[in-house]
């Protein structure tokens, strides 16, 4: 944005993007309240604890049905300590303020989706929270296709925009916004905004197709893939709905008895679309969330399903299980430390090499400090750490693969810094290699 906007590269509506820092993201947000109200179409971007701050902005844009995007790259909220990779706690955390969520799982999704996303804003008169993994969708560099400019002006509704900014606030035509209301009026007026919940459902759809017919891509609400009729139902949002995909369907060539609902449209949570997408055959249902809700007898992912199955329980007749979970068994630990294999057998507790086993996680450690150093990078661990990363993850072609594309990419990034900077780059990219990465036995007997 910040390239196109220096360009001077107009957009859709043929103006040149304006980028202002704000002192904070309540500053950036308290700006997009102020640009809605008086007729001008803004968007924000942020994640984690900076979504947070936004929140009272958010029950006012959505109360006073103001149409903007916020992009939001999800990620863990700092608590006890601060991590910075991706959960869902800062999506969660904005439910209750009644803006629309929307999932994206990669990068093609987020560019197919984003503007289909800004119409229904218009056309719902509604904010709008998009929203991707941060740290693993938000920072994947991948191949896309891209719209023409003539496809992105199909998104566009000079009605709908008509619409809003005669909405908006001019003193031309001075009104009264923002007043106090007693509980009687107040309620009633919050509920009258009901209607508003399926006329976003429907713009979204409406939109949605637009989409897979520039495309040919499929998006819903919730989208199903899999056996016609599996016994067993995964649901799932986020990037890890392309891994679950893949596992399902590795899984049916075996047994055509499995199948994933990838959630796209989160809230307004659309019962009638997701009854209507599960397969009536499904015996057992697994729904996994990325997030930890402190005190509640279930993710929040898990109670919208229980709830919508208990309500249309008659159409699920062989349906005899619905379990919930954080995800996932089977996963990679990497520790990165100076300390030899069997030093790491003796000092690791007996608990901690349980729970590893029992969640049937593989545990690896490298000594990215060493190698970093080894390959002329000083301290800067992250190039050897992703690599370690890439190569617990990929097969050999994969990896080899996965390399070379790095390496362009330092190539292109660092080349200016000096010759130098790219070759110990590369060289601590060479340096991950079986023999730097020892398997820890996790049995804890």
Same mark, same amino acid.
């Given at each position: 944005? %910040? ?8 957009? &859709? ?44 902005? +958010?029950? /006012?844009?959505?109360? =006073? ?6 992009? &939001?790259?999800?990620?863990?909220? !700092? ?5 910075? $990779?991706? %959960? ?26 984003? #503007? ?15 929203? $991707? ?37 001019? #003193? ?22 009901? $209607? ?8 979204? /759809? ?39 995909? =893949? ?21 307004? $949570? ?25 005190? !509640?007898?279930?993710? #929040? ?33 990497? +520790? ?38 080894? !390959? ?47 070759? !110990?780059?590369?060289?601590?990219? %060479? ?15």
């Amino acid at each position: 944005m %910040d390239i196109y906007s220096a360009k001077k590269k107009a957009n &859709v509506l043929g103006n040149v993007v304006d980028i202002i820092q704000m002192q904070s993201e309540v500053g950036a947000i308290a700006a997009v309240h102020g640009a809605l109200q008086t007729g001008v179409l803004s968007s924000t971007f942020t994640s984690s604890q900076g979504l947070l701050l936004m929140l009272p902005n +958010l029950y /006012k844009l959505r109360g =006073e049905m103001l149409p903007s995007v916020i992009y &939001v790259a999800s990620r863990s909220i !700092a608590s006890r300590s601060l991590s910075i $990779f991706c %959960d869902h706690q800062d999506i969660y955390a904005t439910r209750i303020t009644g803006v629309p969520i929307v999932s994206a799982a990669s990068v093609q999704e987020i560019l197919d989706l984003a #503007p289909a996303i800004h119409a229904s804003s218009l056309q719902a008169s509604s904010p709008f929270i998009f929203f $991707f993994d941060g740290f693993r969708t938000g920072h994947e560099t991948q191949k896309v296709e891209e719209y023409t400019q003539e496809m992105y002006n199909q998104f566009l509704n000079n009605d709908d925009l008509t619409k809003f900014r005669n909405r908006t606030m001019t #003193p031309m035509d001075p009104d009264t916004r923002g007043t106090s209301e007693d509980e009687s009026s107040f309620f009633q007026s919050i509920e009258s905004q009901n $209607f508003q919940n399926q006329l976003i459902i429907d713009s979204v /759809k409406e939109q949605f197709k637009k989409v897979e017919k520039l495309t040919g891509r499929h998006y819903a609400p919730f989208v199903y893939n899999g056996a016609k009729n599996p016994k067993y139902v995964m649901i799932i949002m986020g990037s890890a709905t392309e891994i679950a995909e =893949e596992t399902i369907n590795n899984l049916n060539e075996k047994n055509d008895e499995y199948g994933v609902i990838k959630v796209h449209l989160y809230r307004p $949570f659309s019962v009638k679309d997701f009854v209507n997408v599960l397969p009536k055959s499904v015996q057992k249902i697994v729904v996994l969330d990325r997030a930890k809700e402190w005190g !509640a007898n279930g993710e #929040p992912l898990y109670l919208d399903t229980v709830a919508t199955i208990n309500e249309n329980k008659d159409q699920f007749k062989k349906l005899d299980l619905i379990i919930g979970g954080r995800y996932g068994k089977n996963g990679i630990f990497l +520790l990165n430390t100076q300390r030899t294999s069997q030093e790491i057998v003796e000092i690791l507790p007996n608990r901690m090499k349980k729970q590893l086993a029992d969640k049937n996680a593989k545990f690896y450690i490298i000594d990215a400090m060493k190698l970093s150093k080894e !390959a002329g990078l000083g301290e800067r661990m992250n190039t050897v750490i992703q690599m370690a990363f890439l190569y617990l993850i990929s097969d050999e072609k994969k990896f080899n693969e996965s390399k070379q594309t790095l390496k362009d990419i330092v190539e292109k990034t660092y080349g200016k810094k000096g010759q130098d900077i790219v070759e !110990a780059n590369f060289k601590a990219m %060479d340096l991950v290699s079986k023999e730097n990465l020892l398997e820890i036995n996790v049995d804890p007997h």
